[in-house]
């Protein structure tokens, strides 16, 4: 298969494309390096991005921007962020996506715990995230072609924690997260919300 990982620079990206390159043609895209480059809250960028790719069979989504804040010092733009950076952002990459993916491919997006388990200061993430969890219960009735979608829900990663400097006891490494994004690319539900912890 021919498959776009946006992301694929970042922590879990890095893992996805590194375990579907064992099989597939991997297209690695993010924001300042890869094969190609797209600004995820532009929808020009995503259209200019799928027109220097051409027909793809799958792809999976491991980035987007959202600010993490206590509520009352979350301004409209740190919400505009979320919005445009992480939602919209991969809602264009559906919608964008339909008219060059190939029959019968998946589109797989990126939620995260915190869209049912918050925690103060998730607010606008967890708002993002359920979103997207919506969007694409919904998309999955509608997409033509037999094209699929899913979306996987990862939890706190033990890179990103390390990388933080915080306790990273409880976080899953990116490679077994990366094995949700593999069972959706390569199984045959649509409209599901994968737990990435089932893959622990």
């Not at 220097?52 to 919400?79: I, K, M, T």
């Not at 919904?138 to 699929?148: C, H, K, M, T």
């Amino acid at each position: 298969m021919r498959i776009i990982v946006i992301g694929a620079t970042g922590t879990i990206g890095k893992a996805v494309a590194k375990q579907l390159a064992t099989e597939h043609e991997v297209i690695k895209v993010a924001s300042k390096s890869g094969d190609h480059r797209v600004d995820m809250s532009s929808k020009d960028s995503i259209e200019n991005m799928f027109r220097e790719v051409g027909p793809f069979d799958a792809l999976a989504c491991a980035a987007g921007v959202a600010r993490f804040a206590p509520l009352a010092e979350l301004s409209d733009e740190d919400f505009q962020t979320g919005l445009f950076g992480k939602l919209m952002g991969q809602v264009n990459l559906v919608r964008v996506g339909m008219n060059y993916i190939n029959d019968n491919g998946s589109f797989t997006l990126t939620s995260g715990v915190l869209s049912h388990q918050p925690m103060p200061g998730s607010a606008s993430i967890s708002m993002v995230n359920a979103g997207l969890e919506g969007f694409v219960r919904a998309a999955a009735l509608e997409l033509p072609r037999g094209i699929r979608i899913n979306v996987v829900s990862p939890p706190w990663v033990k890179e990103t924690l390390e990388a933080l400097g915080m306790d990273s006891s409880g976080g899953m490494p990116a490679q077994q997260v990366a094995q949700a994004y593999w069972a959706s690319i390569h199984g045959t539900r649509s409209g599901v919300v994968i737990n990435a912890k089932d893959f622990a």
